[in-house]
Structure formats: C-alpha cells, structure tokens
C-alpha cells in the first residue's frame, strides 16, 4: 500500500508527501528484517526532508536510518547518523528525538563494545525520560542500563536496573518489557552460579512469551532453560527443551539460533553420554554456521573434534 502511494505522490510531484511515504515504507521494510531497503528509503526521506529544511523531521529520518544500519550489523554507521540526530535535537529543543537518540546511540556504543560509552548515554536517557515522564522509555532505558552494567561484569548493579524495570512494565501491564527484564535476570543470576532460581525466572518469561505469542522469546526462554537443567545435570529434561526451541527457531526462520539450539542439544546429548547424537547434532549446527558464516562455527568445529578423539579412542 505505501508503495501504491508511493507512486501517487511522485506522478503529482508531491515532494512532501513523498517523504512520509518513504519513511513509513523504510519502517515497513525493517519490521521485515529487509534492512538494505530500508535504508534506500530512509536515505531519500532523508533528502527530501533537507530540501524542505524540515529539521524534525530530519531528526527522525536520521534515528531510523541508524537503526536500520545497526540492525544490519554496521554499528560505525549507525553511530554517525544517531550522533547527527543528537545534535539536532538538541538545537530544536525536540525532547522526544532527543529521547531517542540518547537511547540509540547507547545501544550502538554496545554493539561497538564501548561498554562505559553505552552506560552514559543510557543513563542520560534515563534522567530525561524521567524528567519528561516518559513512562515507556524509562522502562526501555532501565533495561538498557541493566544491559551496560552485565557488560561491565557488575551483575549485581544489572539486577537492581532490571528489578526496577520488571516491577515498572508490570504496573503499565507491558508485557514485552517484563518478559525481557525476566530473561534478563535470569541470565544474570545464572552467571552468578544460581541456576535455580535463574530457571525459575526463564520458566515465567516462557509463560508471558506464550501469552502475547511471542515466538523468538519463546525459543529463548526454552533454550536457556534447557541450558540450565543441562548444567544442573537434568539433561534428559533439557533435551526436550532444546527440542522445542530448535522447532520454533525453525518454523520462525531464525537460522543462527536454530543452529545455536542444535548444538546446545548436542552438549545435552553429551551429558547423558550418547556421543554418537551429539555428534550428528553438531554436524547439523555446523552446516548451517558455515551457510550463514556464524562466528559460532569456530567453536562447533572444535568440540566436534573432541568427540571425534573421543569415539576414534
């Protein structure tokens, strides 16, 4: 439909016009996971936008053109145009894009590893968003924050950043956020060797994904509960678990994690020493790494070796 539009509004020279539609087009290109089109459209919206000196609405072609190259995995260029944003932002005095891009460029020091970076820009988020009461970002910049401080290994500052985003997404009944804080916790406190509990809470973020029919944090959730009954030494339960999430990852057509599922039901088909299945398991896993070029492949390829030794011995 916004490319029937589309076509509209450039046979009417409708340069305006033409500019929403690009960018709502963009937005529907990204919630496809069609990153490269995206940005196409994001880039003329960007320029008609100039044409007209639209600063605002420059602002907000600038955020969406980052995150479009973020979610392509180009986090340099992401950080140039949420940077440009910022900038005019702050000259417009525009809070919401400043909002914005104070969160986005947090989220792309993260990706680039600049873990104190990403901290700052999170908390500056979190003081505006405060002082605006912007109810939404608050809950979204708690979690970022949690994020950043498990990045720097402080897993107990993590857990009071994702306690007060649980308890916030739960009083505005955000289901989404209270599952992503649940998982969250869950991961932290299973770095801190407390696996029960760290089940526990993967155990409530599958039942909140299964409610809103959330299908990646369904695989999620079942796979890092798999892991933990793995580490626990329940590898029989865990099998199941990772069987289920190798089904949605599957049906969902996310390959990487598929693979990444794969092999976790590997190790857990090791752990009850079936050799054999967990090396058809990671066969199956590195297949797909190599289809994709998975930076997992490196270590699929080493711990089938191992088991290779294992059956030669």
């Known amino acids: ?31 496809l996971g069609k990153n490269l089109q995206a940005i196409e459209c994001y880039k003329r919206s960007l320029e008609i936008v100039r044409l007209h000196e639209d600063r605002r609405n420059e602002g907000k072609a600038l955020v969406n053109l980052g995150i479009a190259y973020l979610a392509s995995g180009d986090a340099d260029q992401a950080l140039h145009y949420f940077e440009q944003c910022l900038n005019i932002a702050r000259q417009l005095n525009d809070r919401q894009n400043l909002s914005n891009a104070l969160s986005n ?19 500056a988020h979190l003081d505006l968003v405060r002082e605006i009461g912007y109810r939404q970002g608050e809950v979204n910049a708690l979690g970022n924050l949690g994020l950043s401080h498990a990045a720097l290994g402080k897993y107990e500052e993590a857990i009071h950043f994702y306690e007060q985003q649980l308890a916030l997404a739960r009083e505005m ?25 760290a089940i526990e809470l993967y155990r409530q973020q599958l039942f909140i994904a299964r409610k809103i029919s959330n299908r990646q944090v369904e695989g999620d959730a079942l796979s890092n509960i798999g892991n933990g009954l793995a580490s626990l030494g329940n590898c029989d339960e865990a099998i199941s678990f990772h069987r289920s999430a190798i089904e949605i990852f599957r049906e969902i057509g996310n390959l990487r994690y598929e693979a990444i599922s794969t092999f976790n039901l ?45 059956l030669e011995g």
Not at 105 to 123: F, K, M
Request: charge should be neutral; glycine fraction near 8%; hydrophobic fraction near 40%.
């Open 173 to 197: 009944d955000d289901r989404r956020s209270e599952g992503a804080a649940l998982g969250n916790l869950g991961i932290c406190y299973k770095t801190m060797g407390d696996l029960e509990r």
């Open 1 to 31: 439909m916004f490319q029937k539009a589309l076509d509209i509004f450039r046979s009417k020279a409708d340069l305006r016009s033409e500019g929403r539609t690009l960018n709502n087009l963009g937005l529907a290109y990204s919630s």
């Open 266 to 310: 590997a190790l857990a088909m090791s752990g009850i020493g079936n050799i054999i299945s967990a090396v058809q398991s990671a066969q199956k896993a590195l297949a797909i790494c190599k289809e994709i070029h998975d930076p997992y492949t490196k270590l699929i390829e080493d711990q089938l070796a191992t088991w290779e030794r294992l």
């Open 105 to 123: 460029l947090g989220l792309a020091h993260a990706a680039l590893g600049h873990d104190q970076q990403a901290l700052s820009y999170h908390q």
